[in-house]
């Protein structure tokens, strides 16, 4: 069934196929007529549909641009002059893969008899959620495309081939009456029909979709605060009004699982360093969560003294941490500690890669190779991105001295990814407090709880997904200090962490929500480079998360802030649809150019503030 209506959808937006109306016929069946699937079963595979095309989404969108841009990590070993530059693009998730099976339950439902429809509102409304989640990934990148007529060729006659390019105006429009839809019919689900474990996410709790469905309408009205800031406010009162309330419990997190036998794509990822900047706020503030979003480095006490042993220097910034005995060896740590002490961003400006003064972050295979009883090693001080986050089947090879113990980690657990979340829930309603909203609690309230619950999901996720030191650092000999070594949440952190000024929204409350939003993004797949654009942060001279200037020979460069938009060809059987699209966006098509995905910018980011510019 699912193969069949894949390429019925197909067809009706892949342009370069040639048949004609007589050939489309047979394919232009009554879609009930082909196969008699169980309606549950279609909604299990479109919610495994949901995420997808995961390699390409996280090798080239996320840490091949979106992470370079919005100053999270290096493209690599630190940023060249062509980081702004583009090549291969996923475009975020393919909402297409959902809609042979969302369009295909409501076809059903809707040919049912009326009494029968009643039964089955509930699974119909949250089929808008299943599709709208991905749709806004794509349109964050490249702004309109196709969605009010997209796979309708298996429900018209003639075949409806040409489907529309809707702009990103009329796709907000759209979903938000969806949502508004689905969530009504969420409001109440006595007698309903059940999906009880086919629900792979929420097992068939239709009140956490409803929130889920509130989050979506969030995640909108974040798009909309610079275009129309009264009706993003009141799409957020809405919200914390709504009936069927909001996500505000890890509980209600979306939570993609695919299977006990899903670890995420099998291709290895070509990860950078994370950034200066963000790693040294968030060990400023001993924010946990830098311990589940980045690695440890590979200069760990039996390491350390390893380079003593070799009379090799040892990074500045390692060195800072390590208290010597009298006799010149390795004793202890100083200031936080471990895990702490091992967390360390390099600069993700391209002439900070050229500067000799940074090649302590930049040179670490010379730098940091030392010679012992005829082994060579070399170790790595900077931290990068976890992978773990993207994949758990990794073999990971603890670092020991050379010649020393081989230690590894194989423990491979069912990648868990997060879709939608009750910290971003609430870390949405703080801002919306602090833009005028009149909303039932404080934006501090909203907040604290917000960072509350993004602290305790990116744990649960380090955890689920086997960060390889969260329970220890096996390394280490003694008990205690291999628990030390552990990157596991403690008792008070949280408290104590909203004890810090940056968490105080009393002043500069904004741009402080801003913040925890683009941490709390780090674990999500989506969302970051949205913030970025929309909030101007981070934000330059910041007496907190400070924009670095990406100087290239001197020169500030040119981020995009859109990808690039493919130019229609005249084979395409929707090529009119295609250049009218491309020409209301106002766009210049196949061009690779930053300059130009610089100032031609796609209809929510329009009056949005430039990078590094802060709110408005």
Same mark, same amino acid.
């Given at each position: 069934?699912?193969?069949?209506?894949?390429?019925?959808?197909?067809?009706?937006?892949?342009?370069?196929?040639?048949?004609?109306?007589?050939?489309?016929?047979?394919?232009?069946?009554?879609?009930?007529?082909?196969?008699?699937?169980?309606?549950?079963?279609?909604?299990?595979?479109?919610?495994?549909?949901?995420?997808?095309?995961?390699?390409?989404?996280?090798?080239?969108?996320?840490?091949?641009?979106?992470?370079?841009?919005?100053?999270?990590?290096?493209?690599?070993?630190?940023?060249?002059?062509?980081?702004?530059?583009?090549?291969?693009?996923?475009?975020?998730?393919?909402?297409?893969?959902?809609?042979?099976?969302?369009?295909?339950?409501?076809?059903?439902?809707?040919?049912?008899?009326?009494?029968?429809?009643?039964?089955?509102?509930?699974?119909?409304?949250?089929?808008?959620?299943?599709?709208?989640?991905?749709?806004?990934?794509?349109?964050?990148?490249?702004?309109?495309?196709?969605?009010?007529?997209?796979?309708?060729?298996?429900?018209?006659?003639?075949?409806?081939?040409?489907?529309?390019?809707?702009?990103?105006?009329?796709?907000?429009?759209?979903?938000?009456?969806?949502?508004?839809?689905?969530?009504?019919?969420?409001?109440?689900?006595?007698?309903?029909?059940?999906?009880?474990?086919?629900?792979?996410?929420?097992?068939?709790?239709?009140?956490?979709?409803?929130?889920?469905?509130?989050?979506?309408?969030?995640?909108?009205?974040?798009?909309?605060?610079?275009?129309?800031?009264?009706?993003?406010?009141?799409?957020?009162?809405?919200?914390?009004?709504?009936?069927?309330?909001?996500?505000?419990?890890?509980?209600?997190?979306?939570?993609?699982?695919?299977?006990?036998?899903?670890?995420?794509?099998?291709?290895?990822?070509?990860?950078?360093?994370?950034?200066?900047?963000?790693?040294?706020?968030?060990?400023?503030?001993?924010?946990?969560?830098?311990?589940?979003?980045?690695?440890?480095?590979?200069?760990?006490?039996?390491?350390?003294?390893?380079?003593?042993?070799?009379?090799?220097?040892?990074?500045?910034?390692?060195?800072?941490?390590?208290?010597?005995?009298?006799?010149?060896?390795?004793?202890?740590?100083?200031?936080?500690?471990?895990?702490?002490?091992? %967390?360390?961003?390099?600069?993700?400006?391209?002439? &900070?890669? $050229?500067?000799?003064?940074?090649? @302590? +972050? /930049?040179?670490? *295979?010379?730098?940091?190779?030392?010679?012992?009883?005829?082994?060579?090693?070399?170790?790595?001080?900077?931290?990068?991105?976890?992978?773990?986050?993207?994949?758990?089947?990794?073999?990971?090879?603890?670092?020991?001295?050379?010649?020393?113990?081989?230690?590894?980690?194989?423990?491979?657990?069912?990648?868990?990814?997060?879709?939608?979340?009750?910290?971003?829930?609430?870390? %949405?309603?703080?801002?919306?407090?602090?833009?005028? &909203?009149? $909303?039932?609690?404080?934006?501090? @309230? +909203? /907040?604290?709880? *917000?960072?509350?619950?993004?602290?305790?999901?990116?744990?649960?996720?380090?955890?689920?997904?086997?960060?390889?030191?969260?329970?220890?650092?096996?390394?280490?000999?003694?008990?205690?200090?291999?628990?030390?070594?552990?990157?596991?949440?403690?008792?008070?952190?949280?408290?104590?962490?909203?004890?810090?000024?940056?968490?105080?929204?009393?002043?500069?409350?904004?741009?402080?929500?801003?913040?925890?939003?683009?941490?709390?993004?780090?674990?999500?797949?989506?969302?970051?480079?949205?913030?970025?654009?929309?909030?101007?942060?981070?934000?330059?001279?910041?007496?907190?998360?400070?924009?670095?200037?990406?100087?290239?020979?001197?020169?500030?460069?040119?981020?995009?802030?859109?990808?690039?938009?493919?130019?229609?060809?005249?084979?395409?059987?929707?090529?009119?649809?295609?250049?009218?699209?491309?020409?209301?966006?106002?766009?210049?098509?196949?061009?690779?150019?930053?300059?130009?995905?610089?100032?031609?910018?796609?209809?929510?980011?329009?009056?949005?503030?430039?990078?590094?510019?802060?709110?408005?």
């Amino acid at each position: 069934m699912k193969k069949i209506f894949k390429i019925v959808f197909a067809l009706s937006f892949i342009f370069a196929w040639g048949c004609d109306k007589d050939e489309f016929a047979d394919l232009n069946s009554n879609p009930s007529e082909l196969v008699d699937a169980d309606i549950r079963y279609l909604s299990t595979q479109a919610m495994r549909d949901m995420y997808g095309n995961d390699y390409t989404n996280w090798f080239y969108d996320n840490f091949q641009y979106i992470q370079p841009w919005t100053q999270v990590a290096a493209k690599g070993n630190g940023n060249k002059s062509e980081f702004i530059e583009m090549g291969a693009a996923a475009n975020g998730q393919d909402v297409y893969d959902v809609f042979p099976e969302t369009k295909d339950i409501r076809f059903r439902i809707d040919e049912m008899t009326e009494e029968d429809q009643k039964e089955f509102q509930a699974l119909k409304a949250i089929t808008y959620a299943m599709q709208i989640q991905p749709a806004i990934t794509r349109t964050d990148l490249i702004g309109s495309m196709v969605y009010t007529e997209a796979g309708m060729a298996a429900y018209t006659n003639p075949p409806l081939i040409t489907p529309v390019v809707d702009n990103q105006e009329l796709l907000f429009k759209t979903w938000l009456a969806e949502l508004d839809g689905a969530i009504a019919a969420l409001s109440n689900t006595d007698g309903q029909f059940g999906l009880a474990s086919q629900d792979l996410v929420y097992n068939g709790d239709y009140t956490k979709w409803a929130k889920f469905c509130n989050l979506l309408k969030l995640k909108i009205a974040a798009r909309l605060i610079n275009v129309d800031r009264a009706q993003a406010i009141k799409i957020a009162e809405e919200v914390a009004k709504s009936s069927v309330g909001y996500m505000d419990d890890l509980s209600d997190d979306f939570v993609y699982q695919r299977g006990i036998e899903y670890y995420g794509t099998g291709n290895g990822m070509w990860i950078g360093s994370g950034s200066k900047n963000l790693i040294d706020f968030m060990i400023t503030n001993l924010d946990p969560r830098v311990r589940f979003t980045f690695n440890k480095n590979e200069f760990n006490a039996e390491v350390v003294q390893a380079f003593i042993d070799a009379g090799k220097e040892l990074p500045p910034y390692v060195k800072q941490f390590v208290t010597l005995d009298a006799d010149g060896n390795f004793e202890s740590w100083n200031g936080p500690g471990e895990p702490w002490v091992r %967390y360390y961003g390099a600069p993700v400006s391209p002439d &900070a890669k $050229l500067d000799g003064k940074n090649n @302590i +972050y /930049f040179d670490q *295979g010379n730098l940091y190779k030392i010679k012992l009883n005829e082994v060579e090693k070399s170790y790595g001080a900077v931290s990068s991105f976890s992978e773990r986050i993207v994949r758990t089947e990794v073999k990971f090879t603890y670092p020991t001295k050379p010649g020393g113990r081989v230690l590894q980690n194989k423990d491979y657990k069912p990648l868990n990814v997060i879709l939608g979340s009750a910290a971003e829930t609430n870390l %949405y309603l703080a801002e919306f407090s602090l833009l005028g &909203a009149t $909303l039932p609690q404080s934006a501090q @309230i +909203y /907040f604290n709880r *917000g960072v509350e619950l993004s602290v305790r999901r990116a744990d649960a996720l380090a955890n689920n997904n086997g960060m390889v030191y969260y329970k220890e650092d096996p390394v280490y000999t003694n008990d205690a200090d291999a628990a030390a070594g552990g990157t596991y949440l403690r008792e008070n952190e949280i408290a104590d962490l909203l004890k810090k000024p940056a968490f105080d929204l009393a002043t500069d409350g904004l741009e402080k929500v801003y913040i925890q939003q683009y941490i709390n993004f780090l674990n999500t797949p989506g969302d970051i480079w949205t913030l970025t654009r929309r909030s101007g942060i981070p934000k330059k001279g910041s007496a907190y998360l400070a924009w670095e200037d990406l100087k290239s020979s001197g020169a500030e460069s040119v981020v995009p802030r859109r990808f690039v938009v493919a130019t229609p060809t005249e084979d395409s059987k929707n090529y009119a649809n295609d250049v009218a699209a491309v020409k209301e966006q106002g766009f210049t098509s196949g061009k690779n150019d930053p300059e130009i995905l610089n100032a031609e910018r796609l209809w929510f980011d329009k009056q949005n503030p430039k990078y590094g510019e802060g709110p408005k």
